[in-house]
C-alpha cells in the first residue's frame, strides 16, 4: 500500500516518523505493508531522510497509479481543497488533519468519496490523538445525541489553568504561551474561539447528520476575562474553561463556543494545561468521556495513522458517514436557558437585584468596588434585554 504525504511541516513529517517507525505493527494491523512513496512539499530538506521521496509538484502524485492513500496536512482551504478532491476523484483515498477544509468541504468531500468507493478520513482534525469522529461515526450509533461538549482547543485551556494557578493576566501568560510554542504569534484562532469554533461545527455535523458552517456558531473567545473573574471562581471551587457545545433541546440544535464557569462536580473541571476532553451524551448510554493531548506533531500525527490503516482495511468499501450537504439550522442562541456569572459595579447593586433573579451572591479576597453574582437559570435573550440596563464588567456562562 503507497501512500503520499502532501506537507512536511509538523504533522506531515510526525506522519513521515510514525509510518517508518512503525512499519511492522502497521502492516499486521492493516493486512498489509504500508510505504510513504511520495512527500510533496515546496521547500528542500537537505539531510533528512525524506529526501528520497520528496516532489514539489502535486500532478506526480495525482496521475501516479499506484499510490492508493493520500495524507493531507498542509492546512489552511486551498490549495488543500483542490488537491484534495482531485485525488479522490481519481480514485485516492484522503486522509487529513485539516479542521478548515473538513469544516468547509466535508460534506461534498465525503459524497465524492462514497461515489468513487474510497474514504475521505478525518480523525485528527478534531482534537488530534484523541479518538472522536471514529467513535461518533461508528460506535455511538445507537444513540441519539443530546449534547457535545468540549474542551477542544488546548492554547486556550492551557492559558486559562495558568491564570488560575499563578495568578497572571491574559497578556502575561498569551507571551508564555507563544513564547513555548502552545500558541502562534497570532493567536487570535485559538483565543477568539474560531479554532473551537470549526471543531464544534465538524462535531455538530456528524452527530445531527447535516452541515453545520462554523459561520452560524456564536463565538466567543477567552480575551475579555480578567484576574477577577478567576478570582470568583477560585473562591467557589469553580473553574473557567472554554467550551465548544452543540445541543439538541426540544428537537432545536444549538451550537456555540464561549467561557464557562463550572464546578469541581463538572466532569471537565480536571481537565487542565493543553489537555483536551470532550463529553458526549447520548439519550440512552448518557455520558461517555474522550481525553488526551488534543494537538502536538506525534499525537495528532498518531490519529491520521490510524486512519491510513482504516483506509487499507477498507481498499473498494466505502466507510459510511452521515453528513449531507443539506443545511443544518442552527437556533437561535436567544432562546437557549443557561446560568450566568455577572460582575457590576457596587453601585449598580440595587438595580441588578431587581432585574434578576439572583441565586448567590458571589465574593473574591482581594477584590472590591464590584457585586458579583449568579442568576437563576433564564433564556439568553431575557439576560441580554436585562444586562442592557447595566454597566456590565463581564458575564460568563455558568453550570453551577
Known amino acids: 500500500m503507497k501512500i503520499a504525504i502532501l506537507g512536511y511541516g509538523t504533522v506531515g513529517s510526525g506522519v513521515f516518523e510514525i509510518v517508518n517507525s512503525n512499519a511492522e505493527g502497521l502492516a499486521r494491523r492493516a493486512g498489509q505493508e504500508i510505504e510513504v512513496k511520495y512527500v510533496l512539499d515546496l521547500r528542500d530538506f537537505p539531510g533528512d531522510p525524506v529526501e528520497k521521496v520528496l516532489v514539489h509538484d502535486y500532478s506526480v502524485i495525482a496521475n501516479d497509479p499506484e499510490v492508493d492513500i493520500v495524507v493531507e496536512v498542509m492546512g489552511g482551504v486551498e490549495p488543500a481543497y483542490t488537491f484534495v478532491k482531485e485525488a479522490?476523484?481519481?480514485?485516492?483515498?484522503?486522509?487529513?488533519?485539516?479542521?478548515?477544509?473538513?469544516?468547509?468541504?466535508?460534506?461534498?468531500l465525503l459524497e465524492i468519496a462514497k461515489q468513487k468507493k474510497v474514504n475521505f478520513l478525518f480523525e485528527a482534525s478534531v482534537g488530534g490523538g484523541i479518538p472522536i469522529i471514529r467513535p461518533l461515526n461508528q460506535s455511538l450509533t445507537a444513540d441519539e445525541i443530546e449534547e457535545i461538549t468540549g474542551i477542544l482547543n488546548g492554547t486556550t485551556n492551557y492559558i486559562l489553568t495558568k491564570m488560575r494557578d499563578e495568578g497572571l493576566d491574559f497578556d502575561t501568560v498569551l507571551k508564555d504561551a507563544q513564547a513555548k510554542g502552545f500558541a502562534e504569534r497570532n493567536p487570535s484562532a485559538d483565543v477568539d474561539g474560531f479554532d473551537a469554533g470549526r471543531k464544534i461545527a465538524i462535531l455538530t455535523s456528524l452527530a445531527y447528520g447535516s452541515q453545520v458552517d462554523y459561520e452560524d456558531v456564536y463565538t466567543e473567545g477567552?480575551?475579555?476575562?480578567?484576574?477577577?473573574?478567576?478570582?470568583?471562581?477560585?473562591?467557589?471551587?469553580a473553574a473557567i474553561k472554554l467550551f465548544g457545545t452543540s445541543k439538541s433541546v426540544d428537537g432545536k440544535i444549538y451550537a456555540m463556543v464561549a467561557p464557562k464557569l463550572i464546578g469541581k462536580e463538572h466532569p471537565l473541571y480536571a481537565v487542565n494545561d493543553v489537555f483536551n476532553a470532550i463529553l458526549v451524551r447520548g439519550n440512552f448510554l448518557g455520558d461517555v468521556m474522550f481525553y488526551g493531548k488534543g494537538a502536538g506533531k506525534l499525537p495528532t500525527a498518531s490519529a491520521v495513522v490510524s486512519d491510513v490503516v482504516d483506509a487499507a482495511k477498507h481498499q473498494g468499501v466505502n466507510i459510511m458517514t452521515i453528513w449531507s450537504n443539506k443545511k443544518q439550522q442552527i437556533a437561535d442562541k436567544a432562546t437557549l436557558a443557561t446560568k450566568f456569572f455577572v460582575r457590576v459595579p457596587e453601585a449598580e447593586k440595587a438595580a441588578a437585584e431587581k432585574l434578576f433573579k439572583i441565586e448567590k451572591v458571589m465574593t473574591a479576597e482581594g477584590v472590591t468596588g464590584e457585586f458579583a453574582f449568579l442568576t437563576a437559570e433564564m433564556a439568553e435573550g431575557d439576560f441580554e434585554k436585562a444586562a442592557e440596563q447595566l454597566n456590565v464588567l463581564n458575564r460568563i456562562r455558568a453550570e453551577l
Open 222 to 237: 477567552i480575551t475579555k476575562i480578567t484576574e477577577n473573574d478567576i478570582a470568583y471562581a477560585t473562591a467557589a471551587d
Open 88 to 108: 479522490l476523484l481519481k480514485g485516492k483515498s484522503v486522509c487529513t488533519s485539516n479542521k478548515e477544509l473538513v469544516a468547509k468541504h466535508g460534506a461534498e
